[in-house]
């Protein structure tokens, strides 16, 4: 998560169970300065990693080289696409948050509407008339918390 100069959070991505987060500060940033925050969904488990460590590993070790550049590669193909999704509609831009989150959580995603509406960039009461709308058409239910997604085809062209 990054934020915005008036301090409206960012989502930038979303990572699952047993994926590696802030890889891409440990080889291109000077270690002082760490650009995004990590928020919990739920309850969660993290295993910190000395720098020194990872350095370490990550010089004797081509095949973790080869992981964390293609891991790198694809976030950075997921930021791309996020910039070219942003000139799209509201429909469309929640359509592809509920895409990308359900291949990272799967069906029951553990997000409120609120944060559907802020990690695409759409006010509450679009998300929220948006959301009811998939809804009516089969496409997810709304729970306490999280989204179900009943329909995952039919996101790609939600309305």
């Known amino acids: 998560m990054k934020y915005t100069s008036q301090a409206k959070p960012f989502a930038l991505e979303s990572v699952g169970p047993g994926e590696l987060f802030g890889t ?8 002082r ?3 995004c925050t990590a928020v919990a969904a739920g309850p969660v488990t993290a295993l910190k990693l000395l720098d020194r460590t990872f350095l370490e590993y ?7 080289v080869r992981g964390v550049c293609s891991l790198c590669s694809e976030r950075l193909k997921d930021v791309q696409d996020l910039r070219c999704v942003g000139q799209e509609s509201a429909a469309v831009r929640i359509g592809n948050v509920l895409a990308r989150l359900y291949q990272t959580h799967g069906e029951a995603i553990p ?3 609120k944060e559907v509406g802020e990690l695409s960039g759409t006010t509450t009461e ?4 948006t959301l009811s709308q998939l809804e009516k058409k089969g496409i997810l239910k709304s729970l306490r918390g999280k989204i179900k997604v009943l329909k995952p085809s039919s996101l790609e062209s939600p309305l």
């Open 33 to 35: 300065k760490y650009p």
């Open 111 to 113: 997000f409120t509407k």
């Open 24 to 31: 891409l500060c440990r080889l291109g940033g000077d270690g």
């Open 58 to 64: 990550y010089e004797k070790n081509p095949g973790m």
């Open 126 to 129: 679009t998300t929220f008339r």
